[in-house]
């Protein structure tokens, strides 16, 4: 069965720093692969995908992602964090088949401060 | 930009009321789908919707649950019954050819 994990619940980085969110999942082929933004009392915004192809895939709002096949992972990165970045930030596997639902980690809350 | 809208964005409800929450895809849209998220918990898979009837659906989907697409633009979740557990945000999301989803703001359902 499929599934998603990040392990951070909580990160709290300063303005102008890098940032690492961590996702790995478990599904037995390739996925699709998403990191969806949801800032307080919105709905979720997807930052970017990957389904196939080139594994470091670029997003909106200057964020990457980066697919590691021998990890299982798909790490979202940012090299200069904004204020405007707090949200919670979510990874989601998609699978192959059908209508494609989507599979969500639990979700990772960043706090920026100054 | 084209984007998929929910109403209301906040229902108020007694415990055993029916609700219906509504949803209008974007137009060119195929598949239909609603997830849920409980207070400080993940987004969960509910329901999916293609072809005008149900795709796929989780354990969470029971009888209580049901969707319609009455009209061909609107796209409805009705729980029939509603229980205190039922009060969550609920996401409706649709996709072109079943891959990139979009999402709305969501509707919160609140059961007192």
């Known amino acids: 069965a499929q599934s998603v994990t990040q392990p951070d619940i909580h990160i709290t980085v300063s303005e102008g720093a890098s940032l690492e969110l961590r996702c790995n999942y478990s599904?037995?082929?390739?996925?699709?692969l998403f990191w969806y933004v949801q800032s307080p009392g919105q709905g979720l915004q997807l930052l970017l995908k990957y389904f196939s192809g080139d594994t470091l895939v670029q997003g909106i709002k200057g964020f990457e992602a980066e697919f590691k096949r021998s990890q299982s992972s798909f790490n979202l990165r940012k090299p200069s964090v904004h204020w405007s970045d707090a949200a919670e930030y979510f990874c989601?596997?998609?699978?192959?088949?059908?209508?494609?639902?989507?599979?969500f980690g639990t979700g990772t809350r960043l706090t920026v401060i100054p | 930009e084209p984007e998929v809208t929910q109403t209301p964005s906040h229902q108020v409800t007694q415990m055993g009321q029916e609700v219906i929450l509504r949803c209008v895809p974007i137009s060119n849209h195929l598949y239909f789908y609603w997830y849920r998220q409980i207070l400080g918990q993940k987004v969960e898979f509910l329901v999916s919707f293609y072809n005008n009837e149900i795709s796929e659906k989780s354990e969470i989907f029971d009888d209580q649950f049901s969707v319609e697409r009455p009209d061909g633009s609107n796209f409805t979740l009705k729980i029939r019954s509603t229980k205190l557990e039922d009060s969550a945000m609920y996401f409706c999301a649709s996709t072109q050819q079943g891959i990139e989803a979009f999402f709305g703001q969501g509707t919160r359902l609140t059961v007192v």
């Open positions: 599904y037995g082929a390739t996925p699709y």
């Open positions: 989601a596997v998609g699978v192959r088949t059908g209508a494609n639902n989507l599979f």
